[in-house]
């Protein structure tokens, strides 16, 4: 796996798809036989699954299923949008490829798949705004409040998300509705993406690709941070934030710039 992983549109994807599956079945048969008190999980959640995407839907569903939404309900619905939307499926793929090559605590496929809430979050929210725009919005609204309740994680249904997205620990990530995040992007924990007050319709920040953003960092209002930026941590930013730049404070203000073209994939947050 390379450094700057490729995504769903490049023509190596496919072959990194199958890659990433061989991996997280070599890994759970490896850690089936280590650790015997987690066979039966591992066979339920990746082993007795003939593909990835089956076997996404049934650990989700277990994971969010609740007395409304049973599990079995819960995978008819993640199986059907995986069916009739298959980018669904590349886009976690791609997200396990983000995780796999930026976060330094991570060595293995199988690991964001079975334990990490920003994964589990973002694949089920990917769902979500499938329904959203299916007209399914009440379900839609509901898997929100599930994703919130048991990752920590707040992602309105109807803002875009791009592929290879990592949202690194993840708690207490907000997102809100008019919200736009490109493609290859790292959030840290805590950070928020949200409006300024009561205002409507287009109203929330808009995140170009490559973007590294700090941990409890703020972002706020319909402005943009350009591609390949930086924003140091426990920032607060009210305006645009141009393109290869780094901004800190409170209110943010540019700082310089960025020895790389695109932070998120180095995930160096060194502001000097």
Known sequence: MTNNPPLPSDPQFASEKIKIWKCILTEAKKEAKAEP?????????????DNFASALSLHLSNLLCN???????????????????????????????????????????????LYYKGFHALQAFRVAHWLWHQQRREFAL????????????DIHPAAKVGFGLMLDHATGIVIGETSVIGDNVSIMQSVTLGGTGKETKDRHPKIAA??????????????????????????????????????????????????????????NQNLS
């Open 37 to 49: 008190l987690l066979a039966d999980f591992l066979d339920q959640a990746i082993l007795n699954h």
């Open 142 to 153: 509901f898997l929100q409040s599930r994703i919130s309740t048991c990752f920590s994680v």
């Open 67 to 113: 007395l409304t939404a049973s599990a079995q309900s819960l995978q008819e619905i993640f199986s059907e949008a995986y069916e009739k939307d298959n980018t669904i499926v590349d886009a976690a793929f791609s997200d396990i490829l983000a995780i796999r090559n930026r976060d330094s605590a991570c060595n293995e496929c199988g690991t964001p798949f």
């Open 210 to 267: 490559g973007v590294l953003i700090g941990a409890g960092s703020k972002i706020l209002g319909n402005i943009n941070v350009g591609e390949g930026a930086k924003v140091g941590a426990g920032s607060v930013v009210l305006n645009d934030v141009p393109a290869h730049s780094m901004v800190t404070g409170v209110p943010a203000v540019v700082i310089g710039k960025p020895d790389e073209a695109m932070p998120s994939l180095s995930m």
